[in-house]
């Protein structure tokens, strides 16, 4: 009944860009990439995979590789971010990001979606029963959220590098 929660692989995105509901290609070395998570990562039993391309293109690899399924879960996606989708982190608004440090929770400054929204629908995601090994090919905020919930790692502070993943017993 284990969970394993792994973040996509590198998308075509400059580093330091705002990026969560924007659908993104994969960078040039996907196929390299998802080859080598599929050879070390552990046997599933299942696949639920964000509906965002970056992960379903990973998640369907992996499927066939292993004659799985990808089921598409929409609790699974990134953060919307709102106005500040496909802008540079450093050129946002100060105003902006100091709300959303006052109240990290409920702030919704760029207008898109509150991380109490995220970890809502991320809790209604992990209540749900699961048998076997599960999958989810998800994002960093979806992972982040996870942790903070389960009270694992660092919480909201936890940091997967691309194509990496965390199991969760």
């Given at each position: ?5 792994l973040?996509h ?14 659908d ?13 998570i599929?050879?070390a ?5 299942r ?8 992960c ?43 709300a959303?440090?006052?109240d ?15 970890a809502?629908?991320?809790?209604a995601a ?37 194509g ?6």
């Amino acid at each position: 009944m284990a969970l394993i929660l792994l973040r996509h692989t590198r998308p075509a995105v400059a580093d330091g860009v705002c990026y969560g509901v924007t659908d993104l290609d994969l960078a040039g070395d996907f196929a390299d990439a998802a080859a080598g998570i599929d050879a070390a990562l552990p046997a599933i039993d299942r696949i639920l995979t964000s509906p965002l391309s970056r992960c379903r293109r990973l998640a369907a690899h992996l499927a066939e590789r292993r004659g799985l399924a990808a089921a598409v879960d929409p609790r699974l996606a990134e953060m919307d971010f709102g106005g500040w989708e496909g802008l540079p982190w450093s050129g946002l608004p100060r105003d902006e990001i100091d709300a959303w440090a006052a109240d990290f929770d409920h702030a919704r400054p760029h207008g898109g979606e509150s991380v109490a929204t995220l970890a809502a629908r991320v809790s209604a995601a992990l209540a749900e029963p699961r048998g076997g090994r599960m999958l989810w090919v998800t994002h960093s905020g979806v992972i982040r959220a996870a942790c903070a919930i389960l009270g694992l790692r660092e919480g909201w502070d936890t940091r997967l590098g691309f194509g990496h993943w965390l199991e969760i017993p």
